[in-house]
């Protein structure tokens, strides 16, 4: 890989160690670009994970079922997957089970399994089940289950609906302009 003219090996350091100073001068900068589709990232790590993308390494394993892929977090997500699927919840939302093996209180969906850190992020996940949509636009009428959706909704609405009122209130400037002009 190519940076700023330097070389730079496997392990994120300058080929040539007479560069090192300028490396460290230029590492401060923090740009990195992919030799493959120049892509740029802020340093060596984020460089070398989105090279697989390129390359097709998949160096994490799962060791119960040999699944394989190119991030740590997919395989984190794969393995807290399979957890769910050996350690099902009960008849509540709680899986004391899976919260033992992983030390931390976790709330599943019972429907799905998806895990969510809170009460109030599984009653949300829980609405894209019921199809439950309790948030209203007082101008318009639209519904929707999550109330961040509802406050951007809410804005590009007040925003239309001041536009429309601005329209409404020129035509009557201007007719009220023309009916003065015809008076005369």
């Known amino acids: 890989m190519i940076y700023y003219g330097i070389s730079i090996n496997a392990m994120g350091q300058p080929d040539n160690a007479t560069m090192v ?24 790590f984020l460089l070398r994970r989105h ?5 097709g390494e ?31 919840s009960q008849d509540d939302s709680r899986n004391p089970a899976m919260e033992e093996m992983l030390g931390r209180v ?15 992020n599984l009653k949300r996940h829980m609405r894209t089940h019921t199809g439950e ?19 951007a909704h809410k804005r590009r609405c007040s925003m239309k609906k001041q536009l429309e009122q601005q329209r409404k209130l020129n035509i009557i400037q201007s007719d009220a302009i023309l009916l003065f002009q015809v008076l005369l």
């Open 21 to 44: 100073k300028n490396y460290d001068l230029l590492n401060h900068l923090s740009v990195l670009a992919c030799d493959i589709c120049g892509k740029l990232h802020s340093n060596t």
């Open 51 to 55: 090279m697989r993308s390129h390359t």
């Open 58 to 88: 998949k160096p994490f394993k799962c060791d119960g079922c040999g699944f394989r892929c190119a991030r740590q977090d997919n395989l984190k997500r794969h393995q807290m997957l399979n957890l769910m699927l050996m350690y099902p």
């Open 106 to 120: 976790i709330y599943q969906c019972k429907i799905c399994g998806k895990v969510q850190p809170c009460p109030a």
């Open 133 to 151: 949509k309790p948030f209203k636009c007082d101008w318009c009428g639209y519904n929707c289950a999550r109330k961040d959706a509802m406050t």
